[in-house]
């Protein structure tokens, strides 16, 4: 409860910060410049000066740099702006007088411009392009004293520059999720963006889950280290896939394409038996570039669980308790390789390949206890069960860039193959036990499993932006997906007479997956003034075909679907711009989620799929707000989502399962709920206090509204939960650094329960040393072990308990040494590997 209220209080305290803001700052620099007296006279603030940056050696725009206007004869600060995406950028409300410029960036000379003047009959003033050159000297310092913001806002998007999270340091992709804001990963490690799970999560702009791999399984293959950024899209446009409930997550690998050879290496060891590293090599040599990665995990870690279940029949309550402990390692290694030819400055081919191999070992001890009296139980046992899976997988990519003479006209094609295998064994060793647990009753029952997996994916895209004078342009696309999930199920019992092992039918299928999606776009876009509108609309045919082939069922899908896009965005003064989008999405449900046959996890708990589930449909509306200030950036949101056929799993508690009849099993199935409904507000709010100190705060409130009213359940939940997130990085100089970070979720009640809040406190340090080469984290991760998931989850004869934990508490040590100046960022000019996704908004 302490430790609850600290992280409550830390979350109050960056909200508090906001509002006092008006006065810290009171009148603004240019406010103040125009109240003083000319001659006795105030002149009117109305002035403008208005510019572009761009960067010399990539002629790429320089978003996001900061630039402040001072009076020539003091000096003073007269008002500030922040370029935008283009590079772009506006000062408004000068008064009249003698300026001069100056623009800072990271890893940048400052550079200065003299002689601005304005006047009454002269009001505006464009410095024209201005275009800046890296400085070397700079970046080794820049690297680890001046890192990119924490966040970055566009118009559909935000932008995290993750390198700056020290607290991730010695973790996975996944865990890394759970240091981004609006975002939030559960014990079983189900992803979620504002509340909801249903959302796509992209790696390098591809689905992680192509190749049949939950998102969680493909997030923890990846080492933090390995990632540059982590894009939050909410309302995607017509040009990307639809797919997701509330938007789009795409992380992004680092990649290098400076001149000449560098690279970058980490290696990273933690208690707990968590062991990571990473190596990035680059060649650049006249039109070639070369380019090679290398990552590994290793981790063994301890996991544990409470849960109790009481179910009534005909008036009668029988319980079953359960209390598991287990060991779960991880062994994971991914590789990457390509080659980029520039066959002159505006046509680049690149091919690269990838291949992943995932060793993931488990051995889980459940304590079963099923009693209606506790003093005398009806059955005693211990369920040892072992599992040990592999998985292997190769991604080929091509992809081809052509730019032309005519500015923002571009044409973009990406081919990608992808395969994948996974075996997976499984033993279960279930030992019966007298009433007081002292010895063995005699009964012991043997079983064991495997599963062969044979997944294949390929997909097409080609994208072409077209200019329509200087302030529109269109854009078109067509994209072909088409992937195959074979999956084969053996489950097997021991018989202690023969000494054989005899396939259960009950158990044992065989199912193939098969869908296609061909998708095309058109979009269009122009800027009126101070409003930039753009307008899309996908057209998308979606077959499915499923055949199990054990029991000879088959069933098929096909569905034609637009979905529309919109945004408006409409830009004020000082830096300010309010925005307004729509889109229309789908998600369509996973194979394991229609495939009819059961899958046993225990005697006492099976799931199965549901072939009649169709897709749901959802209709999305945002509206936010975004102020820069040379030390301030607020973004408020607030969002609504309506949902038709809202994707549901649901629980009940049988006796009639095949093979475990006269047994209470809870049984999951998933169905198509009549509607959802979930509306909320979002505050991103980044604050530097000092050139030493900055803290970003995140705060959420939303509303889910689900009504059930399917074929096999009626049933409507309402629920408010809110989350909050805190990050405070420090610049201690000499090369240190500290970050902490704090997170808290509430309650979340679902349509069958509730799931218990959720906090946690991180901390980090961090040191450059070998004249800025290299750097030595040290990172302490849940610092006071609150980290527990907890449920409760109620049906019409059933209600369930449960909580679970994992060796969250952890020390990491890292160390980082980057080789020729290895330069984080990524090159502008290069698109991400395959048809990764380029978010740059629309205006031009």
Same mark, same amino acid.
């Given at each position: ?548 082939? $054990?029991?000879?069922? &088959?069933?098929?899908? @096909?569905?034609?679907? +637009? ?7 409409? *830009? %004020? =003064? ?73 994707? $549901?799993?649901?629980? &009940?508690?049988?006796? @009639?399962?095949?093979? +475990? ?7 999951? *199935? %998933? =169905? ?173």
């Amino acid at each position: 409860m302490m430790m609850k209220n600290l992280i409550i209080r830390m979350l109050i305290g960056g909200l508090f910060s906001l509002l006092l803001q008006p006065a810290v700052y009171g009148e603004s620099p240019a406010e103040q410049q125009g109240q003083r007296s000319r001659g006795g006279a105030e002149m009117p603030a109305v002035g403008k000066v208005s510019g572009q940056l761009f960067d010399e050696e990539q002629d790429a725009p320089l978003m996001f740099a900061s630039l402040v206007l001072h009076n020539v004869s003091d000096s003073a600060m007269v008002t500030g702006a922040i370029s935008d995406e283009e590079g772009k950028f506006v000062l408004e409300g000068v008064p009249a007088g003698t300026f001069y410029l100056t623009i800072n960036y990271v890893g940048y000379p400052r550079q200065t411009v003299n002689n601005i003047r304005i006047t009454p009959r002269e009001p505006e003033y464009d410095v024209g392009t201005i275009r800046i050159s890296p400085d070397a000297a700079l970046l080794s310092e820049v690297t680890v004293e001046a890192a990119r913001q924490l966040m970055e806002v566009g118009l559909d998007r935000r932008v995290f520059n993750v390198e700056q999270e020290l607290t991730a340091v010695g973790g996975s992709a996944l865990e890394l999720m759970e240091n981004i804001p609006s975002i939030a990963v559960d014990f079983e490690g189900n992803v979620s963006l504002r509340g909801s799970t249903n959302v796509t999560v992209l790696i390098d702009g591809r689905p992680s889950t192509l190749t049949g791999l939950t998102v969680s399984e493909a997030l923890e293959q990846i080492s933090a280290e390995m990632i540059e950024r982590v894009e939050v899209v909410t309302n995607p446009s017509a040009r990307y896939d639809p797919e997701g409930t509330s938007g789009i997550i795409n992380v992004v690998l680092k990649q290098q394409r400076r001149p000449g050879y560098n690279g970058m290496v980490s290696l990273n060891a933690g208690s707990a038996g968590r062991y990571s590293g990473s190596v990035n090599l680059n060649y650049h040599y006249n039109n070639w570039n070369f380019f090679t990665n290398y990552s590994a995990r290793l981790s063994d870690m301890e996991s544990f669980g409470v849960s109790q279940r009481e179910t009534i029949s005909g008036g009668v309550s029988s319980f079953m308790d359960q209390d598991i402990t287990g060991t779960m390692g991880m062994n994971s290694h991914n590789v990457q390789a390509g080659i980029d030819y520039h066959f002159n400055p505006k046509t680049t081919l690149t091919l690269s390949s990838r291949y992943s191999n995932w060793d993931r070992n488990m051995d889980n001890l459940t304590e079963y206890m099923i009693y209606q009296d506790l003093v005398d139980p009806n059955s005693l046992f211990i369920m040892d069960n072992e599992t040990d899976m592999m998985h292997n997988s190769f991604t080929h990519q091509l992809n081809f860039r052509r730019t032309f003479d005519q500015e923002h006209r571009e044409l973009n094609a990406d081919m990608s193959f992808s395969t994948r295998s996974m075996d997976r064994n499984q033993g279960f060793d279930q030992q019966f036990y007298n009433h007081n647990w002292d010895s063995p009753a005699g009964l012991q029952v043997l079983e064991r499993s495997h599963m062969d997996g044979q997944n294949w994916s390929f997909s097409s895209q080609l994208d072409y932006v077209h200019p329509l004078g200087e302030d529109s342009k269109f854009e078109t696309g067509y994209r072909v997906q088409i992937r195959e999930m074979d999956s084969e199920f053996l489950f097997e019992d021991y018989l202690p007479g023969p000494d054989l092992w005899v396939n259960n039918v009950n158990r044992s299928n065989h199912f193939i997956y098969n869908e296609q999606i061909f998708a095309a776009y058109g979009m269009y876009a122009t800027m009126l003034g101070k409003y930039s509108l753009q307008a899309g609309l996908r057209l998308e045919q979606t077959l499915v075909d499923g055949d199990q082939r $054990t029991t000879g069922e &088959t069933f098929s899908k @096909d569905y034609l679907s +637009l979905f529309p896009s919109a945004h408006v965005r409409r *830009n %004020f =003064e000082n830096n300010q711009s309010v925005q307004l989008s729509y889109s229309r999405r789908i998600s369509r449900p996973h194979n394991r989620n229609i495939n009819p046959f059961m899958r046993y996890s225990s005697e006492y708990e099976v799931s199965m799929g549901n072939p009649e589930l169709d897709a749901q449909f959802i209709n999305s509306f945002e509206l936010g707000y975004t102020r820069f200030r040379p030390t301030t950036t607020i973004n408020p949101s607030i969002f609504y989502r309506h949902t038709d056929g809202m994707i $549901t799993r649901y629980r &009940t508690v049988r006796d @009639d399962v095949p093979g +475990l009849e006269g047994r209470d099993v809870t049984v999951t *199935n %998933f =169905e198509n709920l009549n509607k959802g409904i979930s509306y909320g507000t979002e505050l991103v709010f980044t604050q530097r206090f000092s050139d030493w100190w900055n803290v970003n705060t995140t705060l959420s409130y939303f509303r889910n509204i689900i009504q059930g009213q399917g074929a096999q359940m009626d049933q409507e939940n309402d629920s408010y939960s809110w989350s909050g997130r805190v990050v405070s990085n420090m610049s201690l100089g000499n090369g240190w650094n500290f970050q902490v970070n704090g997170f808290y979720r509430s309650p979340v009640i679902m349509l069958q329960g509730e799931m218990d809040a959720m906090y946690s406190v991180n901390a980090a340090v961090r040191k450059n040393v070998l004249n800025n080469r290299g750097t030595i984290t040290l990172n302490l991760s849940d610092i006071f072990d609150s980290m527990r998931f907890g449920m409760y989850n109620y049906g019409d004869n059933f209600t369930m308990d449960m909580e679970r934990w994992r060796t969250s508490r952890q020390i990491t040590i890292g160390f980082t040494y980057r080789i020729n100046e290895y330069d984080r960022r990524r090159d502008r000019q290069t698109r991400d590997n395959g048809d990764a996704l380029d978010f740059d908004d629309f205006d031009l």
